[in-house]
């Protein structure tokens, strides 16, 4: 399985970024698809998800109303627009993929893209 994660940029604040996941390696259905970030000394959090199949989303209470996470089937990819960004969105971004087996115990992510640098300036 391999990720590649792009979009990343310099931008200013109220902008908009669109972060993109592409996924190969194998199908993945019943997968669940997320977007992490890092910002420098925090801890990595997690921002957007999305089950592939499903549709279902999730969003942290810092992006809801600004971040939407979609999927492109027919282009095996992962999508993170991103509006009305702020500084405190400066991070490095992740894509990441869990397996069916995983969700299903409660564990964490299993495959992890490059991150892709996201910096906003006030």
């Known amino acids: 399985v391999q990720l590649q994660a792009s979009g990343g940029g310099l931008v200013q604040a109220g902008d908009s970024l669109r972060l993109s996941c592409a996924a190969s390696?194998?199908?993945?259905?019943?997968?669940?698809m997320g977007w992490f970030r890092q910002a420098p000394g925090k801890e990595r959090e997690l921002v957007a998800a999305?089950?592939?199949?499903?549709?279902?989303?999730y969003y942290a209470d810092s992006v809801k109303g600004r971040f939407t996470i979609s999927r492109d089937f027919a282009k095996n990819t992962v999508y993170l627009q991103m509006n009305s960004l702020k500084p405190e969105d400066t991070a490095v971004y992740y894509c990441?993929?869990?397996?069916?087996?995983?969700?299903?115990?409660?564990?964490?992510?299993?495959?992890w893209g490059q991150g892709t640098q996201v910096t906003v300036s006030s």
């Open positions: 990441a993929a869990k397996t069916p087996e995983n969700s299903q115990r409660g564990r964490g992510y299993d495959y």
């Open positions: 390696g194998r199908t993945f259905s019943g997968y669940v």
């Open positions: 999305i089950s592939w199949s499903g549709g279902s989303t």
